[in-house]
């Protein structure tokens, strides 16, 4: 293009530049230009992807109508070709000649003066093969990195017609066969961590690949974690036989064979010597760093703030998350751990100590030190809690660890736990408030906001179906107590339910008495998630609990319960505030404690249990007048 000067302007028109690999747009330069609607735009692709050559009207009414051809016949083509010339303009310095050229029997696009996305793909794809040729694993990856960076969502999003399908499948199969490549040279770089969270989120889309859950399973066991590379097997074994009657292929199947011997070289995982390296140059073993973090835990809703709080640069070494059961404590720890993975080269731990699990007592700190030894490559230790203390100590002290403890019963599990390294950071959750436990942070989490309470009912059970029931979608949400918990699987049970408007559901948890048997999904239940909490409680605290439930408001003063009870009022204060602690009952002031929505109706359910609960008339009738504060 010519040079000007701030008085004569440049005749020329400037580049065009298309992309595909995502929605069709263009610009001319700075400028954004509208293509139209989407068949004209499915007209353009079906040209721009068959640069300099030409193609016939007949061609391209079966490309973008199929067998549905619009009533005016082949007459709409020369409609759209005329509509997307003048949107286009012309070339260079021909001023007369459109980029889409008029040729017998069809049109050509004119691939001079433009650009297009898959071009730029296809170059960089090509540094990336030859850079991989030459033994630059580094450089291929990172060439591989930028081809798939031009992706920007689905190619030719949205687009009708046959063709833009089959061309979306063929740069869908590009996308993953980069992907694969940047993986393999991230293997052979011992790079396995990289590549585990991208091809986890792959996997919901490509449930059946047999190829990507090979890289998954290679990549899962390059990190140390061979249980979770077996179960990635598992789940696409269950998969295949139930979707579509068949056994996983021989190939999958070596790899897991590799897996359960433990053969790294089965697996090629070891760095191999390549071309323009000595061939008696030997190559270091890939160092494995563990990383445990667990694959799903659902999609974080809301807790923006909490996260910040959690991965702020120069955050707290030791932070606790605290929240009523269902609250997404494992969600907001385990995104905030993928946050701070990187600033932590030594691994990432994840430990669940089960405080609160019906199928299995919570884990000693004994067996947790041993464990959390063997990942860090300490070997089997032995001795009693002290002694295993120290050695955990020791073998943390030059580390850079990011530690996740989940579903702490207690500060004694937790304590021996902690990593002696300067630079590691460690978050807990749990229950309860473990206010035995030295920390730098306490992050308590309750309900979601209202705005993200609907958001995230909304995205459970689909924006369109949302967006006719709003009025609902606020009921249902507000009838949850906005927990992500009692949100999901309010969700997950209108989701399952296509037939059922989400008043329905509103409808059917409108009698408070059965609320709590609405939310209930499987194994998955917010009864059975408050009742871990409530048989974990001793059974003076169970007492109260029950009693508060019965009082006005689920509300009462604790000179109120103590006399309800028959108790002394310093010991009813203390079960209160036990119960505080266990995120069971609020405090929205000094001697003030109140039982809300869900909780309360679980706590009513439980009296109701009782056939006879002493002091409950008394209670009812103190608790209701402020003089019984």
Known sequence: MAMTSDTTPDPAPRLLDFTVLGPVRAWRGATRLDLGPLRQQALLAALLLRPDMTVSQRELLDGVWGVEPPGSGSK??????????????TLGEHAQESVIARERGGYRFVSRGTAVDLMRLDETADEAAAARRSGDLAAAASACLDALALFQGE???????????????????????????????QFQLGRFVDAVGELHALMPKHPHSESLTSLLMRALYGSGRQADALAAYSHLRHRLVEDLGVEPGERLRRVHQAVLRGDDAALDLVPRDEAGRGAGTPVPPARRVPDELPAEVGELVGRQDELALL???????????????????????????????????????????????????????ERALRRLLRAV???????????????????????????????????????????????????????RRLVGLDVDRRVSLGGLTRQAAEALLTRIVGAERAAAEPVAVRELAAMCDRLPLALCIAGARLQSRPS??????????????????????????????????????????????????????????HRALAAALGWAAQGAERALENLVDANLVQQPSVHQYRLNGLLALFAQELAAEESQTPGRAGLVAVAGTPSGL
Not at 82 to 87: G, I, T
Not at 316 to 333: H, I, M, R, Y
Not at 404 to 425: E, F, H, I, T
Request: proline residues 6%.
């Open 311 to 365: 991965t702020g640069g120069g955050g707290p070494a030791v932070v606790a998350v605290d929240g009523v059961a269902g609250a997404g404590k494992t969600a907001l720890a385990v995104c905030a751990a993928r946050a701070l993975r990187r600033d932590h080269p030594d691994g990432c731990l994840f430990v669940e100590l089960h405080g609160h699990d019906e199928r299995r007592d919570a884990v000693p700190p």
């Open 155 to 185: 190619p030719l999003a949205g687009l009708p017609g046959p063709f833009a399908e089959a061309e979306r499948l063929r740069l869908e199969e590009r996308r993953l066969s980069l992907l694969q490549e940047k993986i393999e040279c």
């Open 500 to 557: 059922w408007a989400i008043g329905h559901l509103v409808h059917r948890m409108a009698d408070a008495r059965g609320r709590l048997a609405e939310l209930t999904a499987e194994d998955r239940s917010v009864e059975g998630a408050f009742r871990l909490s409530y048989d974990r409680l001793p059974a003076a605290e169970r007492r109260a609990f029950r009693a508060l439930g019965t009082a006005p408001d689920g509300r009462s003063g």
């Open 76 to 89: 709409i083509v020369p409609v759209y070709v005329h509509r997307l010339r003048r949107c286009l303009g």
């Open 377 to 431: 490559g300490a070997g089997n230790a032995s001795g009693d809690l002290d002694e295993l203390a120290a050695s955990w100590r020791s073998a943390t002290a030059g580390l850079r660890l990011l530690l996740v403890l989940d579903d702490a019963s207690g500060a004694d599990q937790v304590r021996p736990l902690l990593p002696a390294g300067a630079g590691s950071r460690v978050l807990v959750t749990g229950r």
